[in-house]
């Protein structure tokens, strides 16, 4: 027997008890994921009774997140435009999605993908929504 196949059959060997470790977590997890789905589902069934009863305000709607994602690329190069551009959008006071791809040439991506670049941009506070114009149009400024 080689050095190869003793090694093979030692790794074999310390590994058989790890698989039957994992069958029963597989297993407990099963289990355990069950039993939350009932409890979940029972939960649901009590809040339901209580809010018709009357006895307890109905649960909040949790709200929809209406911005769409956007690549981390794409993202990163309209971040990297912006600061390139700095002096340029400084200058004339503010700008707005339609400003950056008419007046000052961003036209690798489309009005859509810069309208979530721009909102993604204004809650990671590096762009600052300074006002809102006729129309509802956005003019932000660089922080």
Do not use: C
Request: glycine fraction near 6%; charge should be neutral.
């Amino acid at each position: 027997m080689t050095i190869l196949e003793e090694l093979d059959s030692e790794l074999s060997e310390l590994a058989e008890p790890l698989k039957g470790k994992l069958a029963r977590l597989d297993s407990e997890i099963e289990t355990a994921e069950s039993l939350l789905s009932g409890l979940k589902s029972r939960r649901t069934k009590i809040v339901k009774t209580l809010t018709d009863l009357g006895v307890m305000p109905p649960p909040a709607k949790t709200q929809r997140n209406k911005s769409n994602p956007i690549a981390d690329e794409t993202y990163e190069r309209i971040k990297t435009w912006l600061e390139e551009h700095r002096k340029e959008l400084s200058n004339n006071g503010g700008f707005g999605v339609v400003d950056l791809m008419n007046e000052h040439g961003l036209r690798f991506v489309s009005r859509a993908t810069l309208t979530n670049a721009l909102n993604r941009l204004h809650e990671d506070r590096i762009v600052r929504l300074d006002r809102v114009g006729q129309g509802g149009k956005k003019m932000y400024v660089l922080v």
